[in-house]
């Protein structure tokens, strides 16, 4: 049962890093986006 748990745990968080990841990289395109409309 504990290495279930644990195991979940690193799936969720092997998740939530690539939704980090994917998110910086979101925020790097609409600044560009931003700064490109501005000029």
């Known amino acids: 049962m504990q ?5 979940s745990f690193s799936y969720w968080r092997n998740i939530f890093s ?3 990841c994917l998110i910086k990289l979101f925020n790097c395109f ?9 000029c």
Do not use: D, E
């Not at 290495?3 to 195991?7: A, F, G, M, N």
């Not at 609409?30 to 409309?37: A, G, K, N, V």
């Open 30 to 38: 609409y600044f560009i986006s931003l700064s490109m409309l501005t």
């Open 18 to 20: 690539i939704l980090n």
């Open 3 to 7: 290495l279930l748990i644990l195991k």
